[in-house]
T-cell receptor
Framework: AQSVTQLDSQVPVFEEAPVELRCNYS??????LFWYVQYPNQGLQLLLK??????LVKGINGFEAEFNKSQTSFHLRKPSVHISDTAEYFC???????????FGTGTRLKVLA | GAGVSQSPRYKVAKRGQDVALRCDPI?????LFWYQQALGQGPEFLTY????????KSGLPSDRFFAERPEGSVSTLKIQRTQQEDSAVYLC???????????????FGSGTRLTVV
């Protein structure tokens, strides 16, 4: 079955430290990959997406992600986090030829002062 | 409007009550999706509209769930005889393009948090 795995349910990190949020998906067929952020009581905001081309994708708020087809991964990184980055982060995949987002269970990033 | 608007933001329903959740997509957006997000989980697909046509309702969990988009703009998700397991955030998303031919530029609303007591 097609699925997305976010192994870390919570990631605490100190302010100005780097962070990596992991995402793996279940199939190596053609995919489109996304990271969304969800602040408390808000909807999903698109951080970045990979559709094709360069495997390193840069998004908003200083985030970037790298598509690794051989490892079926799309990890999210930020070199220096801020308190305001505290939120829930969701990885999602759309398999080519379909239109449904398949979301991971989310990673709660908590930035500590 | 500038974004996808959902109402109400919060809804508390007694078990067995019917509810209706509204989604106002961005004007002109062709595609509209409903997702259900249970507590501590990622959103899960419920249904998809292209204009007024409901092309996929495979994610609706039971026949108590019904969605419509009669004029190809506003959509309503209706849940009949609500049960406690229906408690979740219901998210609506819209897209300008027809899926499969776009860059998947979906815009999500803030959701409706439904609590069934």
């Amino acid at each position: 079955a097609q699925s997305v795995t976010q192994l870390d349910s919570q990631v605490p990190v100190f302010e100005e430290a780097p962070v990596e949020l992991r995402c793996n998906y279940s199939s190596s067929v053609s995919v489109y990959l996304f990271w969304y952020v969800q602040y408390p009581n808000q909807g999903l905001q698109l951080l970045l997406k990979y559709l094709s081309g360069s495997t390193l994708v840069k998004g908003i708020n200083g985030f970037e992600a790298e598509f690794n087809k051989s490892q079926t991964s799309f990890h999210l990184r930020k070199p220096s986090v801020h308190i305001s980055d505290t939120a829930e982060y969701f990885c999602a995949v759309v398999y080519s030829g379909t239109y449904k987002y398949i979301f991971g269970t989310g990673t709660r990033l908590k930035v500590l002062a | 409007g500038a974004g996808v608007s959902q109402s109400p933001r919060y809804k508390v329903a007694k078990r067995g009550q019917d509810v209706a959740l509204r989604c106002d997509p961005i004007s002109g957006h062709v595609s509209l999706f409903w997702y259900q997000q249970a507590l501590g989980q990622g959103p899960e697909f419920l249904t998809y509209f292209q204009n007024e046509a409901q092309l996929d309702k495979s994610g609706l969990p039971s026949d108590r769930f019904f969605a419509e988009r009669p004029e190809g703009s506003v959509s309503t998700l209706k849940i009949q005889r609500t049960q406690q397991e229906d408690s979740a955030v219901y998210l609506c998303a819209s897209s300008l393009a027809i899926t499969g031919r776009s860059n998947y530029g979906y815009t999500f609303g803030s959701g409706t948090r439904l609590t069934v007591v």
